[in-house]
């Protein structure tokens, strides 16, 4: 799939005032920092598209953008972080309940990417996100990220480590990428993934 325009619909905190469900929507998620906006700027050939900042709860906002909107329209969301963030707690708290809301009641909503810092062991937090995916049976990916910043070896130990854990409770893993937007790596193949999916609600 190539991107050939990227823009800014609207933000709110409300799923109910989301762009009308028409169109195949696909949203990114992960901890606070774990690198979701320039994973997004690195797909679609932007710089600043969704906004980033070295301070953890940057996006505080249901962020949606529309993707080659003269050709066949898909909707990129970009969602609030979980977990740490630079905000106060009944700010992370109403995220955390329009997100929920968002997640489990949008309807055109094909698979969440999930991302998670390839550098770190698995994070509690992640874990528990996972589940609680799988409980609503709710469609999602790994993104491991960060990926240039260590070796393969480690990075392999890793994402075998995550594999593992959660295999002790699940038959079948979620599909798995690897990326980084510096060495812009994975981007083929998570846009490989949108494109086939949306041909399938297409069809």
Same mark, same amino acid.
């Given at each position: 799939? &190539?991107?050939?325009? !990227?823009?800014?619909?609207?933000?709110?905190?409300?799923?109910?005032?989301?762009?009308?469900?028409?169109?195949?929507?696909?949203?990114? +998620?992960?901890?606070?920092?774990?690198?979701?906006?320039? $994973?997004?700027?690195?797909?679609?050939? &932007?710089?600043? /598209? !969704?906004?980033?900042?070295?301070?953890?709860?940057?996006? *505080?906002?249901?962020?949606?953008? +529309?993707?080659?909107?003269?050709?066949?329209?898909?909707? $990129?969301?970009?969602?609030?972080?979980?977990?740490?963030?630079?905000?106060?707690?009944?700010?992370?708290? &109403?995220?955390?309940?329009?997100?929920?809301?968002?997640?489990?009641?949008?309807?055109?909503?094909?698979?969440?990417?999930?991302?998670?810092?390839?550098?770190? !062991?698995?994070?509690? +937090?992640? $874990?528990?996100?996972?589940?609680?995916?799988?409980?609503?049976?709710?469609?999602?990916?790994?993104?491991?990220?960060?990926?240039?910043?260590?070796?393969?070896? !480690?990075?392999?130990?890793?994402?075998?480590?995550?594999?593992?854990?959660?295999?002790?409770?699940?038959?079948? /893993?979620?599909?798995?990428?690897?990326?980084?937007?510096?060495?812009?790596?994975?981007?083929?193949?998570? $846009?490989?993934? +949108?494109?086939?999916?949306? *041909?399938?609600?297409?069809?």
């Amino acid at each position: 799939m &190539q991107i050939k325009s !990227a823009h800014f619909v609207i933000s709110n905190t409300d799923y109910k005032k989301c762009p009308t469900p028409d169109k195949p929507e696909y949203a990114f +998620i992960g901890r606070s920092n774990v690198g979701k906006s320039s $994973l997004i700027n690195m797909l679609v050939n &932007q710089s600043d /598209l !969704a906004k980033t900042s070295s301070k953890p709860g940057k996006t *505080q906002l249901i962020n949606h953008f +529309i993707i080659n909107e003269n050709i066949k329209p898909w909707y $990129l969301v970009d969602l609030p972080g979980y977990g740490y963030a630079k905000s106060s707690k009944s700010n992370v708290k &109403q995220w955390s309940k329009f997100s929920t809301d968002y997640l489990l009641k949008r309807t055109n909503l094909l698979c969440v990417f999930l991302l998670v810092d390839s550098r770190l !062991a698995p994070q509690k +937090i992640d $874990l528990e996100f996972m589940q609680w995916m799988a409980e609503n049976q709710l469609a999602f990916c790994l993104v491991f990220t960060k990926t240039d910043k260590l070796s393969r070896t !480690a990075l392999k130990k890793n994402i075998d480590t995550y594999k593992n854990i959660l295999l002790e409770s699940w038959e079948e /893993l979620p599909p798995v990428f690897c990326s980084s937007a510096s060495q812009k790596t994975g981007k083929e193949d998570i $846009l490989r993934f +949108i494109e086939e999916n949306n *041909q399938i609600m297409n069809e």
